[in-house]
């Protein structure tokens, strides 16, 4: 999986920027929880940042579009 998200990473980033950017933040945030090290585990705790909070912003709206049409 870490070779095909580095194959991705090096496709988009002459195209797409924002893909690329994302790809990255997935796989340093996959390959810094396998590594035992403090700065793999701050990379890990700052990438997790960059994926969970707008996971739970998205659920947040969804759950306020429900509430409205309710």
Request: cysteine-free; aromatic content about 10%.
């Amino acid at each position: 999986m870490i070779d095909r998200l580095s194959q991705l990473y090096h496709e988009y980033l002459h195209r797409n920027a924002i893909v690329a950017s994302a790809v990255f933040i997935a796989l340093a945030h996959i390959e810094s929880y396998y590594l035992d090290d403090p700065d793999a585990k701050l990379v890990h705790n700052l990438t997790g940042l960059h994926i969970y909070s707008p996971i739970q912003w998205l659920e947040r709206n969804e759950k306020g579009r429900e509430e409205e049409e309710s």
